[in-house]
């Protein structure tokens, strides 16, 4: 069972009809991204709606701009107010802020999938990550998966899962 089967079949979500080729390639020439293949079928068998999903449908685009800045604006905040650098960011030197930001424009990026849990942009079968701020925790080795640990829908993967996105990987837990 696919994972937007597995959620249709629950019966605890409100799911709007998929979204359309089209519909899918707008989203991504707005907002400058490219879906990887898992989360574009997710999102094309049915568009979970309700508290936590992203509404990709929405004329109010500033939530959507919002989730999908989170992960850099965390990681600037944690760089800003925790003292947190990244070593592949070169010496913590001089504007902290500038340099994180420039490392962070080539880190893939991260498009929100619920709530505070995303997916890279374009890189098919990747585990879900846990972002908030610079606490980042793989929770689903995919998103069947995931399903099943947020939600305990379906069965577990029954195999562990290990980021390799450029950047966010390094900071998992």
Same mark, same amino acid.
């Given at each position: 069972? @696919?994972? *937007?089967?597995?959620?249709?079949?629950?019966?605890? /979500? #409100?799911? =709007? !009809?998929?979204?359309? %080729? @089209?519909? *899918?390639?707008?989203?991504?020439?707005?907002?400058? /991204? #490219?879906? =990887? !293949?898992?989360?574009? %079928?997710?999102? *094309?068998?049915?568009?979970?709606?309700?508290?936590?999903?992203?509404?990709?449908?929405?004329?109010?685009?500033?939530?959507?701009?919002?989730?999908?800045?989170?992960?850099?604006?965390?990681?600037?905040?944690?760089?800003?107010?925790?003292?947190?650098?990244?070593?592949?960011?070169?010496?913590?030197?001089?504007?902290?802020?500038?340099?994180?930001?420039?490392?962070?424009?080539?880190?893939?990026?991260?498009?929100?999938?619920?709530?505070?849990?995303?997916?890279?942009?374009?890189?098919?079968?990747?585990?879900?990550?846990?972002?908030?701020?610079?606490?980042?925790?793989?929770?689903?080795?995919?998103?069947?998966?995931?399903?099943?640990?947020?939600?305990?829908?379906?069965?577990?993967?029954?195999?562990?899962?290990?980021?390799?996105?450029?950047?966010?990987?390094?900071?998992?837990?």
């Amino acid at each position: 069972m @696919t994972a *937007a089967e597995l959620l249709a079949a629950s019966g605890r /979500f #409100t799911i =709007a !009809p998929g979204l359309s %080729e @089209t519909e *899918a390639s707008d989203i991504e020439r707005e907002f400058g /991204f #490219t879906f =990887a !293949p898992d989360h574009r %079928e997710f999102l *094309a068998a049915g568009v979970p709606t309700g508290v936590g999903w992203p509404d990709w449908r929405s004329p109010d685009r500033a939530g959507l701009r919002a989730a999908l800045a989170a992960p850099v604006e965390g990681v600037l905040f944690d760089v800003a107010e925790n003292d947190f650098w990244y070593e592949g960011w070169g010496p913590a030197f001089g504007d902290r802020l500038a340099t994180a930001r420039a490392g962070l424009l080539i880190a893939p990026r991260m498009i929100p999938l619920y709530a505070h849990r995303y997916l890279p942009a374009g890189i098919a079968g990747h585990p879900v990550l846990s972002i908030y701020q610079t606490d980042v925790i793989v929770y689903g080795a995919d998103l069947c998966d995931w399903l099943n640990r947020e939600f305990a829908i379906g069965e577990p993967a029954g195999r562990q899962a290990r980021s390799t996105v450029p950047f966010w990987s390094a900071l998992t837990t």
